[in-house]
T-cell receptor, first 109, second 113 residues
Framework: RKEVEQDPGPFNVPEGATVAFNCTYS??????FFWYRQDCRKEPKLLMS???SGNEDGRFTAQLNRASQYISLLIRDSKLSDSATYLC??????????FGSGTRLQVQP | SQTIHQWPATLVQPVGSPLSLECTVE??????LYWYRQAAGRGLQLLFY??????ISSEVPQNLSASRPQDRQFILSSKKLLLSDSGFYLC????????????FGSGTQLSVL
């Protein structure tokens, strides 16, 4: 079983739609969580950290459910520029960050 | 502010040729440094990480090696490339102060033919 699992997609949504991605992790010792965004043939860039209480950054909302070992990312009012691959990232104490394979989002006009 | 430089951006090499990719970080001291590889359509695979000069940890057995000759310099090498070494190579850093956020270089697209 992979340590971090994501639905690869693609998620094809119209502009203005709300879309949500989930990510599950297998190691209960995971301590911190992030979402990264990666454009085609570019480096991943940090989108946001994920906190237990949930956190919001503009149109983006991240949630963590430790009991069920999953994190989520919600994007409201999707823009064409949101089209990218979204990587779920988990940090386990003493180890380097572990990346999921990513979920591809395509926002269509 | 901190910056990370990685070069070259693209590289086409024949099978059996050597490889040297270089990465440097500016604006910080004692960073943790990482090499990742991303195969086409796949996730990021951690290859090496380093917590200090001369200290290299390898995550997977492979045809590659890494070195850290200076605090802010990280080099990925191979003596003889294989076809399976093709991929998108990313250098990254985090600081030592408990900030776990990872910052990536712009990557090197390596094609081994």
């Amino acid at each position: 079983r992979k340590e971090v699992e994501q639905d690869p997609g693609p998620f094809n949504v119209p502009e203005g739609a709300t879309v949500a991605f989930n990510c599950t992790y297998s190691n209960s010792a995971s301590q911190s969580f992030f979402w990264y965004r990666q454009d085609c043939r570019k480096e991943p860039k940090l989108l946001m950290s994920v906190y237990s209480s949930g956190n919001e950054d503009g149109r983006f909302t991240a949630q963590l459910n430790r009991a069920s070992q999953y994190i989520s990312l919600l994007i409201r009012d999707s823009k064409l520029s949101d089209s990218a691959t979204y990587l779920c990232v988990v940090n386990i104490r003493g180890r380097a960050l572990t990346f999921g394979s990513g979920t591809r989002l395509q926002v269509q006009p | 502010s901190q910056t990370i430089h990685q070069w070259p951006a693209t590289l086409v090499q024949p099978v059996g040729s050597p490889l040297s990719l270089e990465c440097t970080v500016e604006g910080t001291s004692n960073p943790n440094l990482y090499w990742y590889r991303q195969a086409a359509g796949r996730g990021l695979q951690l290859l090496f990480y380093s917590v200090g000069i001369g200290q290299i940890s390898s995550e997977v057995p492979q045809n590659l090696s890494a070195s850290r000759p200076q605090d802010r310099q990280f080099i990925l090498s191979s003596k003889k490339l294989l076809l399976s070494d093709s991929g998108f190579y990313l250098c990254a850093w985090t600081d030592r102060g408990g900030n776990e956020k990872l910052f990536f270089g712009s990557g090197t697209q390596l094609s081994v033919l």
